[in-house]
C-alpha cells in the first residue's frame, strides 16, 4: 500500500470505501470517541481490509471523491487523519 499524498488536491481524489451492502451505512472504526471512515487509495488495498474483518457477504467496496464523504474523521490507508489536517498538509 502506498501513502497517501496530503495535499489541496486530496479532495478531488477517488478513494475506496466500505459501505453495509443492505443499509448503505459506511464501515468506520471508533478512535477516542470519534469515528473514522476506512478509506483506502486503492480497491485492492480495501478489499483486502474487508476479507481481513471476514465483511466480505455484508459489505461493499465503494469508490468516491474524498471531498464528498460525509466525514471529518478518516482512517485513510492505515493512518488517522482529520480533514482538516488534509487541507493544511502540503
Known sequence: M???EHNQG???????????IETGEFVCLRQSGDEYLAAFS???SAMRFRAELHLIEFVDVSP???GSVPFDHYYLDGELTTRSQLATTH
Open 2 to 4: 502506498r501513502p497517501f
Open 10 to 20: 486530496d479532495f478531488q481524489r477517488t478513494v475506496f470505501t466500505l459501505r453495509h
Open 42 to 44: 486503492d480497491g485492492d
Open 64 to 66: 468516491m471523491r474524498l
